[in-house]
C-alpha cells in the first residue's frame, strides 16, 4: 500500500523545509517548549479543517468534536477543566486556515476522505481507575484503545488499514484483538520485531515500533493528543496561579512534575489533590 507521505507529498512534508508544505510528523519534532505552539497547532487545526470540523471557538469546543461523552463527563472530576475557565482557539496567531485549500484538493484528487478524529482524554484520577479495573498499566491502556478501534471496524466496508504505535515492548496483540471482537475471525500475518500485524475482514491492524515516524496517519494522532495535552496544560497552570500565585509553570514531564509537587506540598496543598494530579503508573 503507498504510504499517504508520497501520495500527498505535494502539500504535506514531514521536516519544514520552506516549501510552503504543511508539516505533518512525529509531534515531538514539531513541538519543543521553547518554540511555542504554533507549528502544532498550524498542523492539526489545518487537518480539522480539511475533514470539515468548523474552525473550533475554544478548547473545550474541540473537545466535543473529538472525544466520547464519557471522557467530557470524567472531566468534571478535574477542577482545573471543569470550571468556568476556557482557552479560546487558536492559541498562537495561526494561519492554519491558509492550507486547508490545497490539502482538500489533492486529497479529493487521490480519492482520499480525512474523516472527523477520535480522540481519549483520560484524567489522571480516571486512568488510576483503569490501573485497578485492569491490574497493570498495559492492560489498562489497552482498554483506553479498545472503543477507537471498535468505532473504526464496526460496519466497516471499505478496504482499511490502521497503523498504531506499538504498545512499550509489545509484539503479540491476536489474544487482545480476541477479546475485543470475540465474533470476529482475526488472522495473524506477522509478528516481528518492529511489527505485528493482523486481518479483521477487510481491515489490517498493524503496530509499528515508531509508527509516528513513519505512518501519517500515526504522526497526525500524535500531534492532535500532544496538542491537546499542551492546551490542557495551559488551563492546569492557570487554574494553579491563581492558588498559588508565584508557582512556576509546570511542563507535566517526571521531572518537572516532581519539582511541582513538591511546591504544592511545601504550600500544603498536595493531599488534597494527590489523587487528581498523579497517575500510579
Known sequence: MTELYEIL???ICKTKDGSGRLQIADSKTVFFQSGGIKNLETGVLA???????????????????????????????TPWFAGSSDLSIPISQSTYHEF????????????????????????????????ERHEGKSPAIQSIIAPLLIS?????????RVSVDRQG???????????IFPNRKIETILEESKCSRYRIG??????LVRADSTKLETALASMISKYIREVAMLLFNAWW??????IRPCAGYPLDAKRFLQEIKDAGVVDEWYLTLVRHR
Not at 480539511?50 to 468534571?76: E, K, M, W, Y
Not at 473504526?152 to 482499511?160: F, H, R, S, V, Y
Not at 477487510?202 to 503496530?207: G, L, Y
Not at 496561579?241 to 508565584?246: A, D, E, I, N, S
Request: some cysteine; aromatic content about 10%; glycine content about 6%.
Open 9 to 11: 507529498t505535494e502539500v
Open 100 to 131: 486547508v485549500p490545497a490539502i482538500s484538493v489533492a486529497m479529493k484528487n487521490c480519492s482520499i476522505t480525512m474523516k472527523c478524529p477520535k480522540l481519549r482524554f483520560i484524567s489522571a484520577r480516571e486512568f488510576n481507575r483503569e490501573l
Open 241 to 246: 496561579r491563581k492558588r498559588l500565585p508565584g
Open 202 to 207: 477487510n481491515a489490517s491492524i498493524e503496530f
Open 169 to 179: 515492548g509489545r509484539r503479540y496483540y491476536g489474544t487482545w484483538l480476541r477479546n
Open 47 to 77: 487537518l480539522l479543517g480539511v475533514a470539515g470540523i468548523s474552525p473550533p471557538l475554544s478548547f473545550f469546543h474541540l473537545l466535543q468534536f473529538l472525544c466520547p461523552n464519557s471522557d467530557l463527563r470524567a472531566l468534571t472530576e
Open 152 to 160: 473504526i471496524l464496526e460496519d466497516n466496508k471499505a478496504d482499511t
